[in-house]
């Protein structure tokens, strides 16, 4: 059964930083592509960034790029969001996800995407 557990999340002053994790289990993602979103009260789910397990690239929405930065450990099967400079509307619950797709950009679509964790909170106060 596979399985995507996330972790970190918590409560962060404005201009703080945090680290989510995603640990995968149940199978080999080493050729997917994993992904992180979020999502906020009453609001759409949205895209935040992605990472090919394969190569290490990235691909980020533009409302996260420059402070929110995706890598991976392949040896702890895990996958990690550094959240840094967060702002108030950074407050959502965040959810990793993961497909077998090719390119990171095609994560944004997600209705189709058939992995998902139960979610972390994060929340900024201001």
């Known amino acids: 059964q596979a399985q995507l557990v996330e972790s970190g999340g918590g409560l962060v002053q404005a201009g703080g930083s945090l680290r989510l994790s995603c640990a995968a289990s149940?199978?080999?993602?080493?050729?997917?592509?994993m992904a992180w979103f979020r999502q906020a009260p009453g609001k759409e789910r949205e895209f935040v960034g992605a990472i090919s397990w394969n190569d290490g690239s990235t691909y980020y929405a533009d409302s996260v790029k420059g402070r929110f930065t995706i890598s991976r450990d392949s040896a702890k099967n895990t996958v990690y969001l550094q959240m840094n400079s967060l702002k108030p509307e950074d407050t959502a619950a965040y959810y990793c996800?993961?497909?077998?797709?090719?390119?990171?950009?095609?994560?944004?679509?997600?209705?189709?995407?058939?992995?998902w964790g139960q979610g972390t909170q994060v929340t900024v106060s201001s």
């Open positions: 996800a993961a497909a077998f797709r090719k390119s990171t950009a095609t994560m944004v679509d997600w209705p189709l995407i058939p992995y």
């Open positions: 149940g199978r080999t993602f080493s050729s997917y592509t």
